[in-house]
């Protein structure tokens, strides 16, 4: 799926520039996702719902998030959660590096703040897969993940079949790349796998 290397082998594709030498993985790992254009989000299976604001710093690799969780399975419960991730990508698409920190509300609404792309997005946790349904300009946009732990689960994974395409390497339609998307762009990319008719 990847070129044939195991991420560990490609771990010299992904480089951090920020991290001393050697030191790349003290802190971050390997993002292992696939990632899945839907048609329409699931009506059945969903154990929690998460409200997702995430704040994409300005001129930085940097997403500050808010998630508020609601679990809707075994228990009633809400929690809000708090995070602050640096994502740096693989120059072929693969697993790249992610840190992330736990904030508290008081660091999140130091960091919040800083000038950002926003993006609005509901997730579903149907597992295996997280299903993001997008808000805003991006309405019309739902997008399914999963993560891995090791490179067998990862390219073993069957697609979920309510897939309309896998989107893991379409740069597009990665959240910072989101967080800048018009409307009108994401109409034109979901045009691009037939769900949406640029002539309407």
Known sequence: MFGGE???ERLWLVVNDAAPPGKELKYARLERERRFLLRVSPAEGVVKTTRIADRY???TRLRLRRAIETVT???IGERTVYKLTQKVPAPDGGPGLITTLYLDAVEYAVLEQLPAATVHKTRLSV???GIDVFEDA?????????EFDDDESLESFIPPREAVAEVTQDQRLTGGNLAVTTKAEIEAVLADYGLFDRAR
């Open 57 to 59: 710093l300005l001129g």
């Open 127 to 129: 597992p295996p897969l």
């Open 6 to 8: 195991t991420s560990v």
């Open 138 to 146: 991006l309405a019309g946009l739902v997008l399914a993940e999963a």
């Open 73 to 75: 399975v075994g228990g």
